[in-house]
Structures are given as C-alpha cells and as structure tokens.
C-alpha cells in the first residue's frame, strides 16, 4: 500500500508539479553558477588588442609571457592580448563590425589599456583623441629608446611604430611591407604603469 501510494504521489507531482519544480531548480541552478562565477572572477591588470595583426601566436602565450615580465601575478590578475580581431583585414564585413564593437564597447567600459593597429586606422582615432600622450608615461629620454614615434600636429606624441618592434618581429606580425603599425595607450586607461610596461615589453630583445 504504502509503494502505491508513494507511486501515485511521484504521477501526481510529475503531472501537476514539474514545470515549476524545474522552473525552481533552474533559477537555483544559474543563481549558484552567477554566485561562483562571481567569486572566482579575477581582476585583470591589463588588456591589450593586436588588431590586423596576423600572427600564429597564442594569445595566451603572449598574456602569460607579457604578464612575467610585467611581474602580474597571474593567479590573481587576468592579462589579456587580443589578436584575432580585424578592422580592415576581414574577409567579411560582419567580423569587422564585431570588432569595432567590442573595440568601441571596452573604451566605454574603460577595460582597454593598449593597442596596435595598421597607420591608417591609427591616425583615424588619434584625431579622436582616442590615445594618451605617452609624455604623460615616458620621460624624453625613455621615448628615445623607441625607433620611430608618432607625433601629431599638435606635438603630442601618440603612438609608437611597432613593425620594426623585436617583439612584433618575434611574433611575425604586421609583414607586408607596403603597411605600417602602431601601437598606443588608450585615453581612459585604469592601467597607465602596465600599459607602459607593454610597450617597452614590445621594445625588448630576449
């Protein structure tokens, strides 16, 4: 009698109560994935794009050796280098407008410290003051280090070419030799001291 009546119970509810028992369970089950996500999520320290960059290096390469020599704990900071996006060198203009959107989305949420991208994309956004001064980084002598700079009408100094870089060159990006490229700080970077450290991180010969 009492299996009878435990059977009835177990058709009554799955006739009568799954839908909101499931609904429930759901709702439990993305509440604890938020809670953990949240918990766990790190901080990062610096997120950088490589744009038109065309190179076979991992991005998680590139984030863990930047992130060394940086000296970012990387198990409590998250490092991020972008370099699958396109702005002009995609073969379909969707792709190239989703880049423009995450590119657009993080200067608005300031999480975009650094970026490199070809000489005519660049010098679009630099007469959107889309960069720092890097005056505003590096001393006079410390910017000579760098072989070529990028200097707007006004004097300031915005970018840096990067194709003759060591550490583009190692990564065998930015190789046709009819394009050039360069690399600045986002205006509204949270991370002005990493974003230097990238740059001359770039300038290094290992």
């Known amino acids: ?14 006739m009568y109560d799954k839908v909101p028992f499931l609904a429930v369970l759901t709702g439990a089950v ?29 991005e998680e390469t590139l984030a863990e050796e930047y992130a060394e020599y940086a000296g970012i704990n990387t198990k409590k900071y998250e490092v991020l280098i972008s370099t699958s996006l396109l702005f002009s060198d995609a073969s379909s203009g969707n792709y190239a407008m989703s880049s423009l959107a995450r590119f657009y989305s993080l200067i608005g949420t300031e999480e975009l410290d650094a970026c490199m991208m070809l000489e005519e994309d660049f010098r679009k956004y630099a007469k959107a003051d889309s960069f720092l001064d890097l005056r505003e980084l590096f001393t006079e002598e410390e910017l000579e280090d760098f072989p070529e700079l990028y200097t707007d009408g006004t004097g300031r100094v915005l970018g840096i070419y990067g194709d003759t870089l060591p550490g583009i060159e190692e990564i065998e990006g930015y190789q046709d030799p009819d394009t050039r490229c360069l690399a600045g700080v986002i205006y509204n970077t949270r991370h002005p001291g990493n974003a230097k450290k990238f740059l001359e991180y770039l300038n290094e010969e290992f």
């Open 1 to 14: 009698m009492k299996q009878g009546m435990w059977k009835k119970r177990l058709e009554y509810f799955w």
């Open 30 to 58: 993305i509440v604890l994935c938020f809670v953990y996500a949240k918990v766990t999520e790190k901080e990062y320290a610096f997120n950088a794009m490589l744009l038109d960059v065309h190179t076979n290096a991992r």
